[in-house]
């Protein structure tokens, strides 16, 4: 018996010892799957946590870098926009006093004996030149502002006012000139014929304030003088030689010594200062454009 019951408590420890094992070995296995699991969620939660975190980073990165790039366009464009706008400013300041400039080298010239192909040359220029100063006039009325168009615009007006007249002076010192060259001719005839026209037209002259006073008098003494000094004049011209003076250059001296020659005329003189006032405030308006402030 005490075998038996060796034996037996000997089974029942083996037994009692096998299904602990197990007991411990069926109990570890869901501990173990269980401790991979939250490794496994806490190591996909800190790679999802790492993956926004860069993501925003990356965002953040291709923002930057797209707002720079756009900064970057943008000074582009506003530099290459101020090019612009400083070439045409440039230009139509230029091309403005070119219409200046040739008009009175033409008023000069024609003080010689032009031949009738350099007089056209000279009215082709100055024409050319208006057409030039009233392009870069377009052009700045496309791309400036109000503040430098406006002035733009009032010295292309002047410009064109002033050109007129200058052609018009033109005409009248072309017609001084052959008057003058006239007088000094060696026929004694030709020559007397020539001081009577300039003692007309001097007489037509003096008549001038005596009918201006008189304006509310169309048909008094001063206008029947006037008409009677003009009526001279004509005579005087019809005694010169044949194509001596045209129709033209005669209506030129006429007209100067009626009113005023041309470049002393009111609407020319109101020109120049236009002219002068609207290129102080062009520049003025073009500098604060193009560099943000103006230059005293």
């Known amino acids: 018996m005490p075998f038996i ?35 496994t969620k806490a190591a996909l939660r800190t790679a999802e ?17 797209l707002d720079a790039v756009r900064a ?42 032009l031949s009738a ?19 870069t006039q377009t052009i700045i009325e496309l791309e400036g502002s109000d503040d430098v168009a406006a002035p733009a615009a009032g010295m292309t007006n002047a410009a064109q ?30 020559s007397a014929t020539a001081v009577a026209l300039m003692q007309a037209l001097a007489d037509l002259g003096r008549l001038r304030s005596t009918v201006s006073s008189r304006a509310d008098e169309p048909n008094g003494q001063g206008s029947h003088d006037a008409r009677a000094a003009e009526r001279s004049c ?17 209506r030129a001296l006429l007209e100067g010594w009626w009113s005023r020659p041309p470049t002393s005329s009111s609407p020319y003189l109101d020109a120049v ?3 002068g006032e609207e290129e102080i405030r062009f520049v003025r308006a073009a500098k604060i454009e193009l560099h943000g402030q103006a230059t005293p």
């Open 72 to 113: 970057e366009a943008n000074a582009a464009h506003l530099q290459w926009r101020r090019g612009i706008q400083r070439g045409a400013y440039a230009s139509f300041l230029l091309a403005a006093n070119r219409v200046m400039e040739l008009g009175e080298r033409f008023v000069m010239d024609n003080e010689e004996d």
């Open 161 to 190: 006012t002033m050109g007129y007249y200058l052609g018009k002076q033109a005409i009248y010192e072309r017609a001084w000139g052959k008057l003058g060259r006239i007088m000094d001719d060696q026929s004694s005839e030709v």
């Open 49 to 65: 946590a790492t993956s926004e975190a860069g993501l925003a980073q990356a965002e953040s990165a291709y923002r930057a870098a």
């Open 273 to 275: 200062r236009q002219f």
């Open 234 to 250: 004509r005579e005087a011209w019809s005694a010169l030689p044949h194509g001596a003076l045209d129709d033209e250059e005669f």
């Open 117 to 135: 192909e350099n007089i056209k040359a000279g009215k082709a220029a100055i024409d050319d030149a208006l057409a030039t100063l009233k392009a």
């Open 5 to 39: 019951c060796d034996t037996m408590s000997t089974m029942d420890l083996e037994g009692i010892s096998a299904l602990s094992a197990a007991v411990v070995a069926l109990l570890g296995i869901p501990a173990s799957m269980l401790i991979g699991r939250w490794q």
